[in-house]
C-alpha cells in the first residue's frame, strides 16, 4: 500500500539548503518548487479512484472482447489478497528491545559525561603546575604521597 503513503514524506529544505554550496543552492530551489507543485497536486486527488466507466470504453474500442477481458483482469488484480503480516510482531518486539538497550547506552553515556565534567572541572580548580609546590601538589593527592612515601622508605628509586 505504498501508493497510500506518496508524498508524506517533509523536507526540510532550510537544512539542506545551508549543508549545500552556493552554487547548488538555485537547483534545490527548483527541485522544492517541483516537490511543492507535486504535492499541490497530490493533496487535490481523492483518496480512492473513480471507479471505471467500462461501458464508455465499450462504445469507444470496436475490438470484441477486449474491454470485457480488460474488466475481468482487472476485477481479478483487485482480489488479490496480501499475505498475512508474519513478522511485525517480532520486529517490533526486536525494536523494543534495541530501544531499551540504546536507552540504557543512552543514560550510561550521560553518567560517564557527568564524571568526566566533574573530573574536568576538577582540574580546572587546581592550580596550575608552574605556581604549585610538590607539597601542595601531594596535599591533594594523599595516594600519591604514601606511594612515594613508600618508595623512599624502600629504596625503591626506579
Do not use: C
Not at 479512484?49 to 488484480?77: C, H, L, Q, R
Not at 520486529?91 to 531499551?100: G, N, P
Not at 566533574?118 to 608552574?130: F, S, T, V
Amino acid at each position: 500500500m505504498a501508493s497510500r503513503n506518496v508524498g508524506t514524506k517533509v523536507f526540510d529544505f532550510v537544512k539542506i539548503s545551508d549543508s549545500l554550496p552556493a552554487q547548488l543552492r538555485a537547483q534545490l530551489n527548483s527541485l522544492r518548487s517541483q516537490y511543492s507543485a507535486t504535492q499541490s497536486k497530490l493533496a487535490a486527488l481523492s483518496a480512492t479512484p473513480e471507479p471505471i466507466d467500462w461501458e464508455k470504453y465499450n462504445k469507444g474500442i470496436n475490438s470484441p472482447g477486449f474491454v470485457a477481458d480488460m474488466k475481468d483482469a482487472y476485477t481479478a488484480a483487485a482480489k488479490i489478497e496480501y499475505p498475512a503480516d508474519q513478522y511485525g510482531a517480532t520486529i517490533a518486539s526486536s525494536e523494543k528491545a534495541a530501544l531499551a538497550e540504546a536507552q540504557k547506552l543512552v543514560d550510561e553515556s550521560k553518567l560517564k559525561v557527568a564524571a568526566l565534567e566533574a573530573r574536568l572541572a576538577a582540574l580546572a580548580a587546581e592550580k596550575p603546575l608552574d605556581e604549585i609546590t610538590v607539597d601542595e601538589f601531594l596535599a591533594t593527592k594523599p595516594e600519591l604521597k604514601s606511594k612515594i612515601d613508600d618508595e623512599i622508605k624502600n629504596h625503591n628509586y626506579i
